[in-house]
């Protein structure tokens, strides 16, 4: 049987997830909660507003209402990755070779990690970033679409269009396919595989009752699940089309709560669920079996993760509600 090691808070969990196997709590308050050894509180922001981990997983990177980035190591060293800017960091992605990007308005700006950086500017507010699997390459999501550009270089960007507004931007683990949660109740993608020149594949993911507020790529990148329905919402990847004309599969389905978090397991094809009453559920893409995790709790689930080996899920509430799971028992 699972056992739950519970932490209580006392404020909304904007993100949580492991440095090294220490687990974290990163609130929206901007206090970060290390467990090592231990409850450590880290003061980082007046506000956060967005996180991203390290590709090495070592490093907790936010960014918040001050304007600051900062950085968190899994031994507890808190460093300045950019001082204040006039405006609210409220994007974050950290990508390969230790580089960080982050957004403030109609301004992505990258850092490396030999101190150079690089803006790119949007015509509108830049909503959602992230990092290509390979290459230096950034997705920042805006109005009507995204945006693909090479850090290095000085090759013009790549617009990937799409009527209405795109706040979260995710590459498969593959790099095959680009992916966006929408404003409306909806996502949408494009192939990025296709021959240089030829007319761009969309890709329509609609139907949600609520708005996509956490999607999470399976470990080879063969199902995207989704929150923003009474049931998880899991996407077939693996065909050449991805989920074009392919029905998603619905995991842990309930008549009277939406699902409000995913996470797919790192190894097995298995996906966490949390959901609006705080219950967390794990299911198992081949044959839908489920397992509790957690029972219903204070308030909706809004942040889950597992660690690297997959034994440990660490989940947050917007009450505050906390814990980490270890489903070995």
Not at 135 to 142: H, K, Q, T, V
Request: aromatic residues 6%; glycine residues 12%.
């Amino acid at each position: 049987m699972p056992t739950v090691a519970p932490i209580d808070l006392d404020d909304h969990c904007l993100a949580t997830g492991f440095l090294d196997d220490v687990p974290y709590f990163a609130l929206v308050s901007g206090q970060v909660v290390r467990l090592d050894h231990g409850t450590h509180h880290h003061e980082m922001h007046d506000g956060l507003l967005a996180t991203a981990v390290s590709w090495d997983g070592k490093s907790l990177i936010t960014g918040g209402e001050d304007g600051k980035v900062m950085r968190l190591d899994a031994d507890g060293t808190e460093t300045i990755a950019r001082g204040p800017t006039r405006k609210w960091v409220s994007a974050i992605a950290a990508g390969p070779q230790g580089a960080i990007a982050f957004a403030d308005g109609r301004q992505a700006t990258v850092l490396l990690t030999d101190g150079t950086e690089r803006t790119f500017e949007e015509a509108r507010t830049i909503e959602g970033l992230a990092f290509a699997p390979k290459g230096l390459r950034l997705a920042m999501a805006r109005y009507n679409g995204v945006s693909l550009t090479f850090v290095h270089g000085s090759a013009p960007a790549v617009d990937f269009e799409w009527k209405g507004a795109h706040n979260q931007v995710m590459f498969s683990p593959d790099g095959r396919f680009l992916v966006t949660a929408m404003q409306e109740n909806a996502l949408h993608g494009w192939k990025l595989d296709g021959k240089p020149g030829s007319e761009q594949r969309h890709m329509r993911m609609t139907g949600y009752p609520a708005k996509v507020k956490s999607l999470s790529w399976s470990n080879k990148g063969k199902w995207l699940a989704s929150s923003g329905a009474p049931s998880a919402i899991v996407w077939p990847f693996s065909a050449k089309d991805g989920p074009m004309g392919k029905a998603p599969l619905e995991l842990g389905q309930r008549a009277d709560t939406l699902v409000t978090c995913v996470a797919c397991h790192p190894v097995e094809d298995l996906v966490a669920i949390g959901f609006g009453d705080g219950m967390v559920l794990a299911v198992r893409i081949a044959d839908s079996k489920e397992a509790l995790l957690r029972r219903p709790g204070k308030g909706p689930i809004t942040a889950i993760a597992w660690n690297k080996p997959g034994r440990l899920l660490a989940f947050g509430s917007q009450a505050g509600d906390c814990g980490v799971v270890d489903i070995a028992g």
